[in-house]
């Protein structure tokens, strides 16, 4: 083992969310050539067997540990793999929660869990008045996770993608949360939605946070409330660290790029010998501790902050706090 060499994992072409994978990676290489570190990165893809089959390669290359990953269905097959070669796992930006099926030693998470997010998320919508919401969604396990997290806060109606702005017209919602792919179907959705006289004044929200990247920066993209995991105001880590990002990216660094960055300085700590339970760095977001919170099975950075937030109609390349 290479206690210099780290496993780096993401989606980097489709159908994996290109622009996630490509934040994400900024924010490990960053972090990793601060160190230093030399990262191994492999393309997940969004397909489980392939990040599976990614973690057996990096582990005979002798990796220290495997850190990275977006999509939840993809980390839980990563999780397994590590925790069956007891192989430290650092999920950087999956939220689901059930990232394992057995209490894990070997893997932790900077994300927040998607209980814990979402929660938020259904409290801010039940502040504003949407006490009764429409969800429409992709089959996904992390999109029936969702569902039933805001169904235990709300009184939620689940719509087919078929025919949604006609049973959504009917449904007597006040919101309608799109749990779905980026850019489509979401984007079609959005625009059918708006444009259908009957369902003026319909709130769109997207909890998983599509609207956060520099393409959803128009005027459809605006208007959508969302989970950001970011701060108020980051620390002077976080701005040397936002304004490094920025140069490698070419664009505003989004939330994923700054849980990459934490990751490799959560995991520097692990491989210099410092037990998860010990962990404790100022990162760009806060200090990151780790712990098992109620429900959990992995070490957990609990929290990460959370704002629910939405572009700017008037110019959709502002962020507004909402909650």
């Known amino acids: 083992m290479n206690t210099d060499r780290i496993g780096a994992l993401a989606p980097l072409t489709a159908p994996g969310w290109v622009e996630a994978g490509r934040h994400l990676l900024a924010g490990l290489e960053l972090a990793a050539a601060d160190m230093p570190f030399e990262l191994l990165v492999r393309d997940t893809a969004a397909d489980p067997a392939r990040a599976a089959a990614a973690v057996d390669e990096l582990a005979q290359l002798g990796v220290a540990a495997i850190v990275g990953e977006y999509h939840s269905v993809v980390a839980r097959a990563v999780a397994a793999r590590a925790e069956a070669l007891e192989l430290p796992f650092l999920c950087s930006s999956a939220v689901l929660d059930a990232l394992t099926d057995e209490p894990s ?25 949407h006490t009764r919401v429409a969800v429409a969604a992709q089959p996904s396990a992390y999109w029936a996770a969702g569902t039933r997290i805001l169904r235990s806060h709300l009184d939620v109606v689940e719509l087919s993608l078929d025919g949604l702005c006609d049973d959504l017209a009917a449904s007597r919602a006040t919101a309608v949360l799109l749990l779905v792919g980026t850019p489509e179907p979401a984007q079609s959705l959005i625009r059918a939605v708006r444009e259908d006289p009957r369902l003026a004044g319909m709130l769109i929200g997207a909890p998983a946070g599509q609207p956060e990247f520099a393409s959803w920066a128009t005027p459809l993209g605006a208007g959508i409330p969302f989970l950001r995991y970011l701060p108020e105001s980051l620390s002077p880590l976080g701005t040397r660290v936002e304004a490094a990002l920025r140069d490698r990216l070419g664009e505003e660094p989004s939330f994923v790029a700054f849980e990459g960055y934490d990751t490799i300085l959560a995991l520097a700590e692990v491989l210099r010998g410092v037990s998860w339970a010990d962990v404790d760095i100022e990162g760009t977001r806060g200090r990151v501790t780790f712990s098992c919170p109620p429900g959990s099975v992995v070490w957990q950075w609990a929290w990460a902050p959370v704002q629910v937030v939405d572009r700017d109609p008037a110019a959709p390349e502002r962020f507004r706090t909402l909650g």
């Not at 893997?107 to 504003?128: K, Y």
């Open 105 to 129: 030693d070997h893997v932790a998470r900077i994300a927040p869990a998607q209980s814990h997010g979402w929660r938020i998320h259904a409290d801010f919508l039940r502040r504003a008045g």
